[in-house]
Structures are given as structure tokens and as C-alpha cells.
């Protein structure tokens, strides 16, 4: 039966498998011993709420505005005024000159990155990114027939520069920086994003074409200690910026992110034409209006970032008090915790006993680690501790440590 | 500098000229004479506005559910009590026994049928579709290196039954059908789709592969004087329906749709797997969460119809009484007029010299016609009427009738 669905269906299910298993794996345990039983730890929904404001422009605009205004096809790019207000809102904050013209409201982040990878890459073409990794970056490129080619990071999970320089060449069109990065935390150094700026200046003029550096942002706002999340257009002018208010303002359903694309772009023109077209035509056809208009109202609304610092140095404290090793992540809600055997799948199974689901480095490419989301609630995190200490303790008797 | 593009970015834009070019004649011709002076039929975003039950809706769920419940991921399939719903209410109009796993909220009908095509075809596949057809299933086709093949239909817009037969092979994977129909406004009688079942059947069992027929009906609830509107999967083991709300319920903007998957799909258990992880990494991940759930509670709602069925009227009286011809259509919002000079681009041009803004037919596959959409403001048409008179009049003189 199973040539009733396309190769490439076969092959992206393929590659979820483990995302898949761990979702299962959540589902089977929550119906065993009930939801307040079990420490899911696997999944990244934002838990802080979305900021009351959201709610009320929603209200408003459905009180004050005509129906036609609110819920017809905006155009492929979005609503102007949106657009405009979005615009306006970078300039404020990274002293940028763009106008409505440089943005699209898109379908979330994931839908402005397929855009993006089916804008900018014929199939045989190479996108870049670095590893641990946002599993479904490989479908995106699956989808147009491109390669995902993965360059390593070092034990902070910084970029690994000479790596990265090796593995540019002519089919490279696209290089995709995450950070504040999903699953490890990370939030590239603005040096370090300097030099991956510069060595792609320079394989740019090598081979006389111009390769796209994808920022995939949806964790900006969720950075802690004053981290800086260096703003990659001011960096680099061929620098595209895809962001969502899944995070920031906690509306992952609600599908409603942005691309920002400068006039610096070489092909701005051709890029900016080509979106039109395709948000249309790979199905999108416009992100969804009524919430175009919420989250134009909303841009310096702000979900409770300290509810996500608390959570990150509970479990963070928590964990290495244990014995376990990770470094403190400076973004997003994500723990990247080095296992202490090296299958992580076999220590993702272990952890169930302790009713404990995490996220297996492996179905991130990054091997020998779970991810722990702590977008959760605070409880949780002291509750599961213990299970997390008895895990450890068996293993380290196991070890005959 | 067009190499910056994707060859298929510029392959789908080139495809879209037509279209383009009549939107961007709308505007010049706005911008020239104002909104108020230039009759613009080329576009099809609803003129009826949503029944008030969706603003309720949507506003009761914000003030009666947790942020959480409203606006988290869904899950790619959906919320499973809408999908309920939804598959409750299908069983209700049409006698069918669908349940939630038969069911998949999707971004608009575009994202549905995307979907199908992603999940459905192969590279080199093909899927029939019947001209005049809505010219964006080339692109979808386009999107999955598919090729669209296009069968004729008769005087009255109905499918050539022969050339149907004859037009399938080993390569059909997908039957696309359009009814009520864009850009004609025919619906597919019982008898002609009973005979494109039989074909279908008999063509399974010669080639031992299954064909899909994937009906596109977003204005299955835009119909008039009584016709019948079958519901395929009805009448056909391997039908599946791709529906939304933009049309029956003005909600274009919101993007949001369904997938009828039925039970008795050959490869059901595969291909609504397949859902699960294409929905997600072709961008969508989800179909909008807050209108989800309203429009779940609206199913029963509808648009005023009669507005639309009056324009109909009064479009369809004053063409053809000044001499047009054109079929009177049975439903969607649209009638297709034959041209009276053979060039519907020549046709479409000499109308804006009357403030007309036509649809050509040839952007339809359907040269020597022009769409006219009548989702507009009565009084439009009622002023527009005699500039169609006065360019007959200008066209017959030439053709010294």
C-alpha cells in the first residue's frame, strides 16, 4: 500500500520518525497514568499567555471595523498598514530604513522559510545550516529539492567557522542561522556572526553569485541576561529575516508570522515579485487576516520572558546539581543536556520510567543529548526533579561510579 | 539579474501573467478615475458579508476559553472537536458516516489542495482538471513537478466525456473537479459525474492503480434555483473534497478549509498519515486556531445568497438583452461571456475605455470569453451596463453588422 502516497511524503515521514515516536510516546503515556502524572518535557508550546492586548484588538477590530476589512484576501503580501507598522517597529529597534515594501506577511515562520528555500533554490542547490538543528529544516529542503548540509558546532554550540567556510560552494544559495536557537539555546555572538558574514562575502565574490543568509528568529524576544540577538541585516546584505509571533506574543495556531526582505538583496526586485506570486501559489495565499491586523496593534507587547528565565534556572540548577552536564542557555526555552550514556535514544526510553518525556538529541542532529523544553509549568519542573536524580543515580550504578 | 529567482518561481509567475496584469489594470485604472468611477469585475473576494454568528463566535471564545486552548498548535490535522463537527455536519447534508479521523482543517482550500498534490503525486504524475479551469492548479501542479492536463467541456461547460477517457493513462493520479465551477459558473450535472466515475473505475481496474478525484468546492454552497450539487465521495470510492469557508462563509482572508479524507480511500490509513507530516512541513503546520473554532460553531451559517442570485439576474438579463452570449450560470459568481471579437485580450483592453475591468478567458483557459465576477455592489452593475452596451455597439459597427 504504501506507493498510495508520494516518495516525497514517504521520505518526510521518514525523517519525523523520531519527532513522531516522542509525540506517540506522550500521547500513550498521558492516557496510562493521566496528564498531571506524567513530566512531558518534549514539546514547544510557549506556556506563558499571550499578552491581554491581543485579545482586546482582536475584540476591537471585530467592534469598530467592517466585516469586508477584516476578512477578505489582504493580497499575497499582507496588509499594507501591517506591513507598514511592522516596518516601522525595526527601524525603532535596529535603526533600519525599510518601508511596507520590505516585508510579507506570512503563514508563521515556517511557512515564510518555505517560501523563502522555494523562492530562492532550484532543486540540486545547498542550504547550510548548523547542527543541533530544527529537525524539519530537512523536509523544507526536501520540499524543493535542495540539500540540507550541516556544519558543526562547538561544545557552547557556536558555529565552527572553518567547518562552515569548507563546506560553501556554487550550488550554496542559502545558509540558515536559528538563534536564539531550538534545541540548544544558543544565541550566536555577534563575532561570530561577523566572521560567517565575512567568509560568505567572500565566497560570493569567489563564485560571482550571491548566497542568502535565512535568519530563522522566532525565539529573538526570548533571550535572557541581557544577551544580545545581534539584528543579521545590519550584519550582512544579503540577509532575509523570518520571524513569527508564536513565541514572542505566544500564538503558535495562530499562523502569523513575517519576512523582512532589504532592498540591499541582490534580486530584491525579482525576490519581492517572485513572493507574490508564490505565497499564492504554494497555497498560503495570504497569512490570516483578522490576526494580521491583532498583532499589527500588539508589536511592543510582550509575553512574560521572566516565567521562562524562572523555569530555565530551576531545571538548569536542578540538572547540574544532579550531575548532569549542559550549558546555560541564553535564549529560547530549550535545555540541550548531554546524556550520560551515549545512545540518547536509550536514555529517552529510560527516562519514561520516570515518566519523563524528552526530546532525543538525535532527531535534532545532535546525538548524544535530550532536549528539555521548559515552556512549561513551574510545578512540573520541581516535580519531575527527583525522577531526574533516581535516572541518574541508577546510570552512574550501572557505570560503577 | 532573473537568475536569482527559482526557475520555478519564474515558470509560476510567468503562468500568472494574466491575472497579474488584470490586477495591476484595476489599480492603474482606480488610481486614474477612482474606486467609485471604474466598475472592476476581474476579482472574486466575496461582496455578501459573513453572517454575524462568526463575529459571536469568535468573540465568545475569547472571552469564555484559556489563551491556551485558543491559540496553541493543533496538531496538523486540527482540532479534533471541529473536525467532529465538521464531519457531523457532512453526514447530516449528505448521508455519510465521517468521523474527526476523516477530517483535516486546512489553510484555506489552496493549502488543501496542496496537500492532496504533495502527498498524491509523484514528479511526471499528472492530474485532469476541465477548461476553463482556475488557472492556479497549474501552479499546484507546477509546485510537485506534475503536469496539469486539461480536458474540454462542451456548450454548456460540462466535461467532454470521451476526451475524458481518452486523456487518462498510467500516469493519472488526481481528477481535479471544480463545480459550482470558476470561471463559469457551471455545476456538473449527477449524470455527467456518474458517467466520469464509471470511466475512473473502469480505468482503475485497467491500470490497477487507484485515481484519485479531488473536488475543489468552495462555493458548493453558492447555488441557485435548486440545483443539485452531488457530493462525490457519494459516488465515488476515491473521492476526496477539498472545501473552505472563504466563499460560504466571506472569510477568504482567514484561510481556512477542510479536507474530507473518506474511510474507503485506497491507501486511506497512508495518505491521512501523510497529512499529518506534510501539513506541517509544507509550512502550513496548522490551520488558523482561533477561526477554527469559530467557524466550527458557524457550520449551519450561511451567506445571503439572494444578493448574489439578483446581481446574477440582472448581469445575465442586461448582457444578454443588449446581445451578449453566455450561459446562465447555476452557481459561484461568475458568468462567462463570449467575446464578440475572437481575441478576449483585444476584448479585455477596449473594455477599459468604459472603466470595465474583465477577467480575459484565456487566463482561464477559456479563450474567446471573458469571466465577469459579480461578487460587487448591486448599483455597479446597474451603472456598467451601458458601457457593455455602448463597446457592443462600437464592435458590431466594425463588424459592419
Known sequence: ???????????????????????????????????????????????????????????????????????????????????????DHENRLFQTAFTADNVVMTVGAAGGLNLMFQVLMNPGDQVITFAPYFSEYKCYAMNVDAELVLCGTDENFQPRLA????????????????????????????????????IMER??????????????????????????????????????????????????????????????????????????????????????SLIQKAVGRCLDAEVDVKGYEKNRNALYEGLTRIGYQCMKPQGAFYLFVKTPIADDWEFYERAQKYRLILGPGSAFGGPGYVRISYCVEYDMIVKALPGFQKLWEEIRTEQGK
Open 1 to 87: 500500500m504504501t506507493d498510495m502516497i508520494s516518495k516525497k511524503a514517504m521520505a518526510e515521514i521518514e525523517e519525523g520518525r523520531g519527532i513522531s515516536r516522542m509525540f506517540s510516546d506522550a500521547v500513550a503515556l498521558t492516557e496510562k497514568f493521566g496528564a498531571e502524572n506524567v513530566y512531558n518535557f518534549s514539546i514547544g508550546n510557549p506556556s506563558e499567555e499571550p499578552p491581554e492586548e491581543v485579545k482586546r484588538a482582536i475584540i476591537d477590530e471585530l467592534q469598530t471595523q467592517k466585516p469586508m476589512a477584516l476578512h477578505s484576501y489582504t493580497g499575497s503580501y499582507g496588509y499594507a498598514d501591517v506591513r507598514k507598522a511592522v516596518a
Open 163 to 198: 567547518e562552515f567556510e569548507s563546506k560553501i560552494n556554487e550550488k550554496t544559495r542559502i545558509v540558515l542561522i536559528n538563534s536564539p536557537n531550538n534545541p540548544t539555546g544558543a544565541v550566536y555572538s555577534r563575532d561570530i556572526l561577523k566572521k560567517i558574514a565575512d
Open 203 to 288: 565566497k560570493e565574490r569567489e563564485y560571482g553569485l550571491p548566497i542568502y543568509l535565512v535568519s530563522d528568529e522566532p525565539y529573538r524576544y526570548i533571550a535572557y541576561d541581557g544577551v544580545e540577538v545581534p539584528y543579521l541585516p545590519n550584519i550582512y546584505k544579503n540577509a532575509v529575516v523570518a520571524n513569527s509571533f508564536s513565541k514572542s506574543l505566544s500564538l503558535p495556531g495562530e499562523r502569523i508570522g513575517f519576512l523582512i526582505l532589504p532592498s540591499s538583496l541582490d534580486g530584491y526586485r525579482e525576490i519581492y515579485g517572485a513572493c507574490n506570486t508564490m505565497n499564492r501559489t504554494l497555497g498560503f495565499v495570504n497569512a490570516p
